[in-house]
């Protein structure tokens, strides 16, 4: 696997992980929000160098010129809801992508350590031959990101894969990467160090999807 991590050098990227990571800051869910989907733009556009590209004729007000265009046809999808904003992000600078959203969460067991990946909703178009961006703020265990693509396997079998998080553990970066082929692309903004006895990111930020959208009631 190709793993782009951008914690590697100095960006601003540290600026907006920082205010997601600060309880005084990431209360404000529209900052908050926001913050993801700049991350997005961010990643977006770093992915988009290693696209293919074709030259297409553009006819200006004084003459015309040749411009490289993508030629990859692109599905953009998001793992409900904590990746809607990380979604908004990367639909900003691939405005032509179809688009596939799949709902996945954990459930519970009897102790809180153990849990399963439940996935039930799902919408998404051919993925045939195409390039696949699967995004999920927070890449901790490693299995909703899996099971996922396991659901989206009837769809087609995409050209090219790349998986798309803002932090990533390294357990589940390990993970992942044991599971998809060598050819995958994950683009990460930063990575941690561990995570707790519960699955979650430390130091983390918390409940990408709670921060972003409310506290939800549990069942």
Same mark, same amino acid.
């Given at each position: 696997m190709h793993i782009h991590n951008f914690s590697n050098q100095n960006t601003i990227l540290?600026?907006?992980?920082? +205010?997601?990571?600060?309880?005084?800051?990431? @209360?404000?869910?529209?900052?908050?929000?926001?913050?993801?989907e700049r991350i997005g733009e961010i990643l977006g556009y770093e992915l988009s160098k290693t696209l293919s590209y074709k030259p297409t004729i553009v006819k200006t007000p004084l003459g015309i010129c040749e411009i490289e265009k993508i030629d990859n046809k692109v599905v953009l999808c998001s793992i409900l809801r904590a990746g809607v904003p990380l979604h908004d992000g990367l639909l900003n600078? /691939?405005?032509?992508? +179809?688009?596939? /959203?799949?709902?996945?969460?954990r459930h519970? @067991?009897? @102790?809180?350590?153990?849990? +399963?990946?439940?996935?039930?909703?799902?919408a998404c178009p051919s993925l045939e031959n195409k390039t696949l961006i699967l995004a999920d703020p927070m890449l901790a265990t490693g299995q909703s990101m899996i099971a996922t693509f396991e659901a989206l396997k009837p769809f087609g079998t995409p050209k090219n894969i790349h998986l798309v998080s803002v932090i990533a553990a390294q357990e589940g970066i390990d993970f992942?990467?044991?599971? /998809?082929?060598?050819?995958?692309?994950?683009?990460?903004?930063?990575?941690?160090? @561990?995570?707790?006895? /519960?699955?979650?990111?430390?130091p983390g930020l918390g409940d990408a999807g709670d921060l972003a959208f409310g506290e939800k009631l549990q069942h």
């Open positions: 540290n600026t907006f992980i920082a +205010e997601m990571r600060d309880v005084t800051i990431q @209360k404000d869910s529209m900052r908050f929000r926001r913050n993801i600078y /691939f405005d032509n992508a +179809e688009n596939a /959203f799949i709902s996945a969460y519970h @067991k009897e @102790k809180p350590e153990n849990f +399963e990946i439940i996935v039930e909703y799902l992942v990467e044991n599971y /998809f082929d060598s050819e995958t692309h994950l683009w990460v903004a930063t990575v941690d160090e @561990k995570l707790n006895e /519960f699955g979650y990111i430390v």
